[in-house]
């Protein structure tokens, strides 16, 4: 099993459709989460932190499921702006900074 | 706050050659890192500096790959010779307390 697995889709939605991502992690003992954007040839940019009881801001929602061992990313009312490929971040045990493992993303293409 | 700069946005080279990339990280950053990005492999971690300091290489492809850290301010990664295989992008990333903040990456082409 990879250490963090995404579906790669890519992921056609329509302008004002809901649509969610999972990410799945290996390592039982991670203990940060993150989802990143990145748009077409630019550099991944941090969308938010995934906190154990859920967070949301705005219309993009975060949650951590520590017993199936995925993080979810679900976005409402989507926009044409949020066409990007999504990124989850997973820290491993003991916060080791360099131990950022980062999956290989979900493309998300919202239509008007 | 001017972000992370790297150095250059694209670089075209024949195989062989000598590659130096450079990257400034965010002032205050402790921490800094350099990615390879592709298409098959996504972004992978090739080696990281904690306070200057060389914690984790063990990313760096084989020891055509090297990179130093000088100063708190500055940083290189270095190919030489390059090959056609090391064309991807790469980024260079630092944080602090903060989670991690990517620079523009340098697009590298090996003909």
């Known amino acids: 099993r990879k250490e963090v697995e995404q579906d790669p889709g890519p992921f056609n939605v329509p302008e004002g459709a809901t649509v969610a991502f999972n990410c799945t992690y290996s390592?039982?003992?991670?203990?940060?989460f993150f989802w990143y954007r990145q748009d077409c040839r630019k550099e991944p940019k941090l969308l938010m932190s995934?906190?154990?009881s859920g967070n949301e801001d705005g219309r993009f929602t975060a949650q951590l499921n520590r017993a199936s061992q995925y993080i979810s990313l679900l976005i409402r009312d989507s926009k044409l702006s949020d066409s990007a490929t999504y990124l989850c971040?997973?820290?491993?045990?003991?916060?080791?900074?360099?131990?950022?493992?980062f999956g290989k993303g979900t493309k998300l293409s919202v239509k008007p | 706050d001017a972000g992370v700069i790297q150095s250059p946005r694209h670089e075209v080279t024949e195989m062989g050659q000598e590659v130096t990339l450079r990257c400034k990280p965010i002032?205050?950053?402790?921490?800094l890192f350099w990615y390879r990005q592709t298409m098959m492999r996504g972004l992978e971690l090739l080696i990281y500096?904690?306070?200057?300091?060389?914690?984790?290489d063990s990313g760096m492809p084989e020891d055509r790959f090297s990179a130093k850290m000088p100063n708190a301010s500055f940083s290189t990664l270095k190919i030489q010779p390059s090959e056609p295989r090391d064309s991807a992008v790469y980024f260079c990333?630092?944080?602090?307390?903060?989670?991690?903040?990517f620079g523009n990456g340098t697009r590298l082409t090996v003909t």
């Open positions: 390592n039982s003992a991670s203990q940060s």
């Open positions: 971040v997973v820290v491993g045990k003991g916060g080791s900074q360099g131990n950022l493992i």
């Open positions: 995934v906190y154990s």
């Open positions: 002032s205050g950053h402790n921490s």
């Open positions: 500096f904690n306070n200057n300091v060389p914690i984790d």
């Open positions: 990333a630092s944080r602090g307390d903060s989670p991690l903040h």
